[in-house]
Every structure is written in structure tokens, then in C-alpha cells.
């Protein structure tokens, strides 16, 4: 993430938008399956979130660098 490039970023592009909007794929036609897809998918994104908190936090604790 911290890779320097020479293109110009944008919000769009950095976010990756169109990849995520194109994951939400509805396999028929209810009208809430669209919300039962968004919602469990961004389920999936906090849980990735709170792994990555407890990684940096395991971290933290292990080496004693846990701030004062």
C-alpha cells in the first residue's frame, strides 16, 4: 500500500469502486437479495478489520511497546 506510483490516485481508483461494486451479484430476482449480499459482504470487511486490529494489538502486547 505504500508502494509510491506515478499516476495520479483518486478516491475511485484507490478504493478499487467498480471491482467492489461488481462483487454484489444477486442469483435471482428478490428484491432484498441485493441487501442480504451488501450486508453480509461488509460482515466480511469489519471482520477483516478486527483482524487486522488484533494482529497490531497482539503485536503491541508481545513486544511491550503498549503505550503509556
Not at 437479495?33 to 497490531?56: A, D, N, P, S
Amino acid at each position: 500500500m505504500s508502494e509510491p506510483t506515478s499516476a495520479a490516485v483518486n478516491y475511485s481508483s484507490y478504493l478499487r469502486i467498480d471491482d467492489l461494486l461488481a462483487c454484489q451479484v444477486p442469483r435471482s430476482d428478490e428484491h432484498d437479495e441485493l441487501l442480504f449480499i451488501v450486508i453480509h459482504q461488509v460482515y466480511e470487511l469489519w471482520f477483516k478489520q478486527l483482524l487486522h486490529e488484533l494482529g497490531r494489538l497482539l503485536t503491541v502486547l508481545t513486544d511491550g511497546d503498549a503505550p503509556a
